[in-house]
Each structure stands twice: as C-alpha cells, then as structure tokens.
C-alpha cells in the first residue's frame, strides 16, 4: 500500500507539473520510473552524459557511508530517465588489488581510473570502459607511477586528477612528502584527449614541509598547470584559519612544463582571506575570492584579479555584509570573522560572453564524543551560500548570499552541501532543506538533518538571475513526497539542462530539469 501511494503521488506531482504553462517559473520536470535498491546499493554520482543519456555509478550505503573507495556499478539511464543497462566494474587481469580512482569522460570515450601496487610502486592506470557493454577493455594505460618509499602504506601519496575545463587536456598529480631537511616533491603529467602523454614535470616545493597547504590544481585549455597554495611563517598560523596570518602563492608550469614560475597575489590594505584559481579564455591566470581590509575598521568584500605571467594586469573589488557564524552580541572577533573565513570555494565557472561565476559555502566541522558508544563523533555544519559574479570585463557585479542551515552527523554528509547548474543569465542551486526555510520574508533559520522525520525535508531550488535577483521554491515532486537529494549525485548535462536524484528510504528516481532557453544560441 505504501509503495502505491508512493507512484501515485510521483505520477500526481509529474502531471500537475506538464500542465503547467511553458511561460511559468522555473523549470519543467521530467521524472523518470521509480527504482528500489538491491543489496543496499544506492546512486552516488553522475559520471558522465552524451546525447544518448547519463552514466551513473552505484555503490553500498556502507562503503558511502565510510567513504570506501571500492570499485562501483556503473549505469546508463536514456533521456527518460530510464534505466537501460548496469555492470559491476571490475579489473580481472591484474595480479594485485586494484583501488578505484573515478570515472571520466574525456574526448567523448568513458575512462575508468585506478590504481594498483606493483614492483614496489603504486601506479594510475586508465582503462576505457564500452559504453553499450559497460565494461572494461582490459587493456589498461599507465599514466604515473610513485616510487616505493620507506613509509607505511597508509602514508603513500595519493593521486589528484583533474580535467581541463575544454576536456581537451588531463592533470594527473602527486605529492611525496619531504623531510626536516628535505623538499616535498611534486610530480606532474600532463596528457591529452587520448591520453597520449604531453609533458611531465617534477618540481621542489618553493615553501618548507609543513608551512604550506595545497588548496586546488586548476589546468588550462592550452596545457598549463598552475597550483594555488596557502601559505605560512608555520603550521600554526595555517590551522588558525580566522586569522590573516596567511597569504597566498600560485607556482605557474607553462610552456609544455619548461616554463615554471612563481605568482604572489597581494592587494595593498587588503588581506585576501579566500581564493580560487582559474584561466580566462587568453588563458591568462585570474584570481578571485574574498578579501578583508586591514585596520581598524576591518570590512569585507569579493575580488577578482587578472595575471599576464607575474604581473597583475587588472583588479576589482566589491564589498559586502557576510552572513556570519555567530551573530550574537556576545560573540568575540574570531567567531564573528569565521563566517567569511569558514568558505569552502567551488572552481569558477566562465561563461560564454567572458563573465564567470564563482560559488562557496560556508563549512564548519565540531568534533564530539558518544559516551555509549566511547567513540569520537563530527558533525559538519554547511552554511550561507555565496554567489560572486564577475563581467566580462572583470569587474565584480555583485556577490548574494542564500541562508542554508544544514547540520549532518558524521557520514550523512552526502546529503548536505548544493548542486550548482549556471546558465547564460542565470544560477541554480539545488539542495534539501527544511519546508520551514520556505517561509515570505525574512524568517528564523531551521536547521535541516538528514536524519529528520519525512515531513521534515524537501528539495529547495533557489534562481540567481543576471541582475542577482534570488527566489527560493520547493521542486514540487519534492514538497508532495518529502524526499531527499544528493548533491553529488546531481549535475548540470547541456547549457540548459540539469539532472537531479531523489530519494527516500530505498527508493529513488531521476528527473531532468529543463531550463528556458533565454539565448538564441543555447
């Protein structure tokens, strides 16, 4: 009976949603058919898509929950939304334990990435996987190896790998942790569409063990490779992240890797508190994040900055009120300034007439601990959303920001954090909430958990428009069956188009949201 209801309420919501005017709000929804788990495996990411439809990967709630890395079942689902064809995954002609990477899709063809130990090295293997038989060719291409190093294992370097934005150009990369007395090691490969090898580089990290944090690898269109650090006088003043004890360095490798060079962005009266990296379509290095000025009369603001090699050829700053952590009267310095500080920044999105688009989240963990249990507990905390955008110029326009109050207890945080899909004109952000948040004006936050009561939740979906006008409304399939998305497993497929998951108990379906296309040539 409940299941009944359930498919009802689906079909309910769909119709009610295709009798809706073309003119009307927000997107159109297609649903896809309804599926219920098998073996408690659950949709975790949208891998890839085609003109044909989407891959999706499916693994354990267990392994999510516990952040394991096993190898997942892949699935196709057509532009319905409908489920065609899945496959476990697996490696069968290598003689040691295969650890799953992740899927891409590069130059149109489906690539699954892994790593295996062999002949004392940890090597990156890139295997093609058929996409009508969903499966590995087996004929795997190595793309870095690690030397075996006197260390347990747990300490060998992990790989970070990481697509151009054009899908023209792969980044793989590691780090292999120096000494007192020694550098850390950074090794890089660059390949191209066909994975064909490009250029590979290694390098000696221009900062001391332990006085730096690598914060993102960002790699051109045209081949470059620029790495955005954090950087510190010590390890101290790096983990005291709400103080400006800090700044900023980028180590540029351009030139096919002959070419390296260091970058230190610096704004007289202005300490940069958070950065991300990118390249504009002259693949000159830009920089944009938010600042605090120095002084006593401390403000906050956005910022966007333009490289031509070391030089900084352009700049703008915009000012804004930050949502804080604390807003309480009693609260001191620090945590006030950990509203601003607490950002966790997305890659910035360029647009197609040169504009781009940077997105952050505020993102705060508390450490606890279970006396029944005698286990330590986290709980992550995901705050405000903010928006900045920048003109084609490079002027920043304006920066918005939209309250989420997410609270997610340790391994439940696949169910917190947003979806982005950034239009022409247009941003949409995707993410649960508490039916409350939805209220006229401006209202007390309630906190969303994942854990809550089904009439507790529901799929908010808020709308940036060019000018950073923001509305806020419920995606109807979710205010009529209460279910749950996760972000990850939601993506944006075509200029004009978004997919999104929903979720609740052990069932889920697809559903394609598709925008209005308000430019002649989307």
């Known amino acids: 009976m409940k299941t009944t209801l359930t498919l009802l309420l689906f079909v309910f919501s769909f119709a009610v949603l295709q009798a809706q005017s073309p003119s009307s709000s927000g997107p159109q929804v297609h649903l896809g058919s309804q599926h219920y788990t098998k073996n408690n495996m659950m949709p975790s990411q949208i891998v890839a898509h085609d003109k044909n439809g989407i891959f999706v990967t499916k693994i354990k709630l267990s392994n999510e929950l516990r952040g394991r890395e096993a190898f997942p079942i892949l699935e196709f689902?057509?532009?319905?939304?409908?489920?065609?064809?899945?496959?476990?995954?697996?490696?069968?002609n290598s003689n040691s334990p295969a650890k799953f990477e992740r899927i891409l899709q590069i130059g149109g063809k489906l690539y699954c990435f892994y790593?295996?130990?062999?002949?004392?090295?940890?090597?990156?293997?890139?295997?093609?996987?058929?996409?009508?038989?969903?499966?590995?060719?087996?004929?795997?291409?190595?793309?870095?190896?690690?030397?075996?190093?006197?260390?347990a294992k747990f300490e060998r370097p992990a790989f970070h790998i990481k697509l151009s934005e054009g899908g023209n150009f792969l980044l793989s990369t590691f780090t292999q942790p120096g000494t007192k007395n020694t550098p850390d090691q950074l090794h890089f490969a660059v390949l191209d569409d066909k994975l064909s090898?490009?250029?590979?580089?290694?390098?000696?990290?221009?900062?001391?063990?332990?006085?730096?944090?690598?914060?993102?690898?960002?790699?051109?269109?045209?081949?470059?490779?620029?790495?955005?650090?954090?950087?510190?006088?010590?390890?101290?003043?790096?983990?005291?992240?709400?103080?400006?004890?800090?700044?900023?360095?980028?180590?540029?490798?351009?030139?096919?890797?002959?070419?390296?060079?260091?970058?230190?962005?610096?704004?007289?009266?202005?300490?940069?508190?958070?950065?991300?990296?990118?390249?504009n379509a002259k693949s000159q290095l830009v920089c944009t994040g938010f600042f605090t000025t120095t002084g006593e009369q401390t403000t906050a603001g956005s910022y966007f900055l333009t490289f031509a090699g070391p030089k900084m050829i352009q700049k703008s700053f915009q000012p804004f009120a930050p949502i804080l952590l604390a807003e309480n009267d009693k609260a001191n310095k620090e945590e006030k300034q950990e509203g601003l500080y607490a950002y966790r920044l997305n890659d910035i999105t360029f647009r197609g007439d040169g504009s781009a688009i940077l997105i952050a989240e505020q993102a705060t963990q508390t450490a606890g601990f279970n006396p029944?249990?005698?286990?330590?507990?986290?709980?992550?905390?995901?705050?405000?959303?903010?928006?900045?955008?920048?003109?084609?110029?490079?002027?920043?326009?304006?920066?918005?920001?939209?309250?989420?109050?997410?609270?997610?207890?340790?391994?439940?945080?696949?169910?917190?954090?947003?979806?982005?899909?950034?239009?022409?004109?247009?941003?949409?952000?995707?993410?649960?909430?508490?039916?409350?948040?939805?209220?006229?004006?401006?209202?007390?936050?309630?906190?969303?958990?994942?854990?809550?009561?089904?009439?507790?939740?529901?799929?908010?979906?808020?709308?940036?428009?060019?000018?950073?006008?923001?509305?806020?409304?419920?995606?109807?399939?979710?205010?009529?069956?209460?279910?749950?998305?996760?972000?990850?497993?939601?993506?944006?497929?075509?200029?004009?188009?978004?997919?999104?998951?929903?979720?609740?108990?052990?069932?889920?379906?697809?559903?394609?949201?598709?925008?209005d296309k308000t430019f002649s040539y989307q």
Not at 119 to 128: K, Q, S
């Open 77 to 92: 689902y057509n532009n319905q939304m409908e489920l065609r064809s899945f496959r476990q995954l697996q490696v069968v």
């Open 115 to 151: 790593s295996i130990h062999e002949d004392d090295r940890n090597v990156l293997l890139a295997d093609e996987i058929d996409k009508s038989t969903l499966t590995l060719s087996q004929t795997p291409t190595v793309l870095q190896r690690i030397p075996e190093e006197a260390k």
């Open 197 to 279: 090898p490009r250029w590979s580089r290694q390098l000696e990290a221009s900062q001391e063990t332990g006085h730096y944090h690598i914060l993102n690898y960002h790699i051109s269109q045209t081949g470059d490779v620029f790495i955005l650090k954090k950087v510190g006088d010590s390890e101290k003043a790096l983990e005291r992240f709400w103080q400006p004890n800090y700044q900023f360095s980028i180590t540029a490798i351009t030139h096919d890797g002959t070419t390296t060079a260091e970058v230190f962005p610096k704004v007289a009266g202005r300490h940069l508190t958070k950065m991300q990296i990118g390249t």
């Open 372 to 515: 029944r249990t005698n286990y330590r507990t986290a709980k992550t905390a995901f705050n405000t959303i903010a928006v900045v955008s920048i003109a084609p110029d490079g002027e920043v326009m304006w920066t918005e920001q939209i309250r989420k109050n997410q609270v997610s207890p340790e391994g439940y945080s696949f169910f917190s954090s947003y979806a982005t899909a950034v239009l022409n004109d247009k941003v949409y952000l995707v993410f649960n909430d508490h039916p409350e948040n939805l209220c006229e004006g401006v209202c007390e936050p309630v906190h969303f958990n994942p854990k809550a009561t089904q009439k507790d939740v529901l799929i908010a979906m808020v709308e940036v428009d060019w000018h950073g006008n923001v509305k806020k409304a419920a995606l109807p399939f979710s205010r009529d069956l209460h279910i749950l998305t996760k972000p990850l497993a939601c993506k944006q497929v075509s200029n004009h188009q978004m997919v999104v998951l929903g979720q609740y108990n052990k069932a889920y379906r697809m559903a394609r949201l598709d925008f």
